[in-house]
């Protein structure tokens, strides 16, 4: 089977820094998405790893390591409107385009 | 209209009910999916169409049937549904193919459904 492990929630406090991460054992492995989603609201994507590395995205980064299984997504300069879920995604082998979803990491800025 | 939407946004429905939820993407793609989000769970992948061929079907209940008219247009048809399948509702779509090397999703905004 698939499995996908993420902190169910975080709290962090505004202007500081959070890191949230994400550990996943799948059958094939063809890519990790970061996916952001604020309260009643779809998905938006944030960003996508292939390979080993930091990708760095304005205040978002994300960093993969294939070998651990192993993905954090980090939030700098933290504000207000990224109380959100994000989700952490692994694209599977095997033809098409299919995602394995995490549950969610549900983050709280506080003042 | 931009991007993927959904309609309606909100359904109340009885098990004895038929309903459908309709998806439309405004983006290109050729492959569309349905996605049910639960309180506390994954969102889980249900239907996958690629050219409007359904490819994936997840073990889904035969009492949700997808319907993919054209690569635009997505819809599931829900009957005889169980207080269990309330959920939100999510569709999204992308461009498949070999020579796209990006495999974003793009989601719409889902149907939040509540069986009584």
């Known amino acids: 089977g698939q499995n996908i492990d993420q902190p169910t929630e975080m709290t962090a406090t505004e202007g500081a820094i959070v890191q949230i991460n994400c550990t996943y054992q799948?059958?094939?492995?063809?890519?990790l998405f970061w996916y952001q989603q604020h309260a009643g609201e779809a998905p938006t994507f944030l960003s996508y790893?292939?390979?080993?590395g930091l990708e760095e995205k304005g205040r978002f980064s994300s960093f993969l390591s294939r070998s651990k299984g192993y993905s954090y997504l980090l939030l700098k300069e933290l504000q207000m409107k990224d109380s959100a879920s994000y989700l952490c995604?692994?694209?599977?082998?095997?033809?098409?385009?299919?995602?394995?979803f995490g549950t969610g990491t549900q983050l709280k800025v506080e003042l | 209209e931009t991007g993927v939407t959904q309609t309606p946004r909100h359904l109340v429905m009885g098990m004895t009910n038929k309903k459908s939820l309709k998806c439309e993407q405004h983006?290109?793609?050729?492959?569309m999916y349905w996605y049910k989000q639960s309180a506390k769970k994954p969102l889980e992948l249900m239907f996958v169409?690629?050219?409007?061929?359904?490819?994936e079907n997840n073990s889904v209940p035969s009492r949700f049937s997808p319907e993919c008219p054209n690569s635009s247009h997505l819809f599931l048809h829900l009957h005889t549904l169980q207080p269990e399948d309330s959920a939100l509702y999510l569709c999204?779509?992308?461009?498949?193919?070999?020579?796209?090397?990006?495999?974003?999703?793009?989601f719409g905004p889902g149907t939040r459904l509540t069986v009584t």
């Open positions: 790893n292939v390979l080993d």
């Open positions: 799948t059958s094939g492995f063809n890519g």
């Open positions: 169409y690629n050219f409007k061929e359904q490819t």
């Open positions: 983006l290109g793609h050729n492959a």
């Open positions: 995604a692994v694209r599977l082998t095997g033809g098409g385009n299919k995602l394995t």
């Open positions: 999204a779509s992308s461009q498949e193919g070999t020579r796209v090397t990006f495999y974003e999703q793009y």
